[in-house]
């Protein structure tokens, strides 16, 4: 039997040799000083070889013990060459299966159902907070604390709400890879239970028609863009969400020199489902009281024939920002007070309750078909042109009480006013 010493001070030769050790064991020298450990076996009658590795990484001793190991593969009928061929396989294809090639799969698998919006949401999420810390691991090694170390950069940023959903994604992933048997078990779901919570609740809105005018009659004499006081405006008078405002092209109005102005928003717009969004019939129609009539024109006169209404001035070809207006209300010194998606909760909690004051019953549903809420099973020709009439009726109500004492559209192209 071989020792360590006699491995040790075994010299290269002209031609290549053996060491014998015992029960097929053998160190494998070349001439030019190579050691390598090699077992002799037969398996089927075939006389074959399975190598261990070099000495001394591999010393004496651990090389005795993969030979026991292997003989006793032999013993249970297993060809231990042959096994050690799939067990490597298999450490390179769970290599292979890291978390972005398994996030990648499941995003195309989803991606038919989301609107092109929501994908790319979706994959710059993935790209710019997951990836660079999570992509190159193998996913069935990741930890809980690996998860949460990604979450918590989203959370320091102060954005709660997003570390919820970057989690919930996060765990999708992993729900994909259990399916497939690449994975047991989801690291994020814990997760969830180390985040702060989430301010419920509906964005920060003002519920009283002086308060209301109080917001755009500050935001609107601070310098700034004009087209970005238009747009306020606009957002206000037709409690339409921001983005289809930034959106808007002066080609979606209609009629604004006639008897029913309104404005025509393509359903690809609309915040629905995919299969929606390419749908014609989705469209949504809001009725324009004058004053919003006036707005618009102004907008339009300012943009000179630009196909976007509310141009960026930085990027002629893209709307203001999504962040513009609400830097603005920020400015005005309405942070948490109000923002600009919660002038839809200010139309509805204001109409709502003259209605209830009123007693007029039948126009809550129509205050909700204007703020785009279609009840489930209505017909997507009802929601286009549902209660028109009222409709208007209700639109120009609320712009006589919310712009009461503003200044005309056309005075916001001239710069801040003090009062």
């Known amino acids: 039997m071989l020792t360590a010493t006699a491995c040790k001070n075994a010299k290269p030769a002209e031609r290549p040799y053996k060491l014998s050790d015992a029960h097929g064991l053998f160190l494998y020298v070349t001439a030019k000083g190579f050691k390598g450990w090699r077992l002799k076996y037969r398996f089927g009658g075939k006389e074959k070889l399975l190598t261990f590795g070099t000495f001394p990484e591999v010393s004496l001793i651990e090389a005795r013990e993969l ?4 003989l006793r593969q032999l013993r249970g009928g297993t060809d231990p060459a042959i096994d050690k061929k799939q067990r490597a396989a298999a450490r390179v294809t769970q290599a292979d ?4 090639a398994i996030a990648d799969d499941w995003i195309a698998s989803q991606e038919p159902t989301w609107s092109p919006r929501y994908a790319r949401l979706v994959l710059y999420r993935f790209t710019h907070d997951v990836y660079p810390k999570l992509g190159s691991l193998p996913i069935d090694t990741i930890t809980t604390p690996q998860v949460l170390a990604v979450l918590r950069v989203i959370e320091s940023r102060g954005a709660i709400e997003t570390a919820h959903r970057v989690r919930q994604r996060i765990s999708e992933v992993f729900a994909r890879a259990i399916a497939s048997g690449v994975a047991t078990s989801d690291p994020a779901a814990i997760a ?6 989430v301010k419920r609740g509906r964005f920060p809105a003002v519920v ?7 917001i755009l009659r500050k935001v609107e004499q601070q310098p700034g863009y004009p087209l970005t006081k238009l747009a306020s405006r606009l957002l206000a008078l037709t409690a339409v969400r921001s983005g289809v405002v930034r959106w808007a092209e002066a080609s979606e109005f209609e009629d604004l020199d006639g008897a029913s102005p309104i404005w025509r928003i393509p359903a690809a717009k609309m915040k629905l489902l995919k299969e929606r969004k390419e749908d014609a019939a989705f469209e ?3 009725t ?4 919003a009539v006036e707005t618009v024109k102004v907008a339009i006169e300012f943009s000179r024939g630009a196909p976007l209404i509310f141009r960026s001035i930085r990027h002629p070809r893209k709307p203001i920002s999504d962040n513009t207006i ?3 209300y920020r400015d005005a010194g309405f942070s948490g007070v109000h923002v600009p998606h919660g002038w839809r909760t200010t139309y509805s909690t204001i109409m709502n309750e003259l209605a209830q004051v009123e007693n007029r019953v039948g126009d809550r549903a129509i205050i909700d078909l204007t703020l785009a809420h279609i009840p489930a099973g209505v017909e997507a020709a009802y929601n286009r042109s549902g209660y028109m009439p009222r409709r208007r009726e209700l639109a120009q109500e609320w712009a006589d009480m919310l ?8 005075e916001l192209l001239k710069g801040p006013r003090h009062s």
């Open 403 to 410: 712009v009461q004492d503003l200044v005309p559209p056309a």
């Open 97 to 100: 299966l890291t978390f972005k």
């Open 208 to 214: 009283s028609v002086e308060a209301a005018r109080a």
């Open 284 to 286: 949504f129609i809001v």
């Open 326 to 328: 609400g830097k603005a």
């Open 67 to 70: 030979r026991d190991a292997a």
């Open 288 to 291: 324009l009281s004058r004053q």
């Open 192 to 197: 969830a239970r180390a985040l702060s919570p």
